[in-house]
Nanobody, 122 residues
């Protein structure tokens, strides 16, 4: 599976962005999809995940109520809608695909996109 993330950019605090992650391959629907982020000088952290059938979603406490993860298996794409953005959301955002159950842990994912930069100004 190859993943291509897009949609990052510069936005003011309180604004919104929607990230997209397009996947290649016909097995996209079998993977749990996740979003992680990494701010300068910090470790990569979990943001959100969505199981392969879309039945279960998981969010980091810091983004609950503001971010929404969704997927369109027909388009092989996963999305991250980000609302009410804060300066502390500034990071490179990565999408990932995996088959393991521990969806909040980076090593549960086998495939990673290249990352897209989100910058939130105050």
């Amino acid at each position: 599976v190859q993943l291509q993330a897009s949609g990052g950019g510069l936005v003011q605090a309180g604004g919104s962005l929607r990230l997209s992650c397009a996947a290649s391959g016909r097995t996209f629907s079998t993977y749990t999809m996740g979003w992680f982020r990494q701010a300068p000088g910090k470790e990569r952290e979990f943001v959100a995940a969505l199981t392969r059938n879309g039945g279960n979603t998981y969010y980091a406490d810091s983004v609950k109520g503001r971010f929404t993860i969704s997927r369109d298996n027909a388009k092989n794409t996963v999305y991250l809608q980000m609302n009410s953005l804060k300066p502390e959301d500034t990071a490179v955002y990565y999408c990932a695909a995996g088959l393991r159950a521990s969806v909040q842990v980076p090593n549960a994912y086998s495939y990673w996109g290249q990352g897209t930069l989100v910058t939130v100004s105050s």
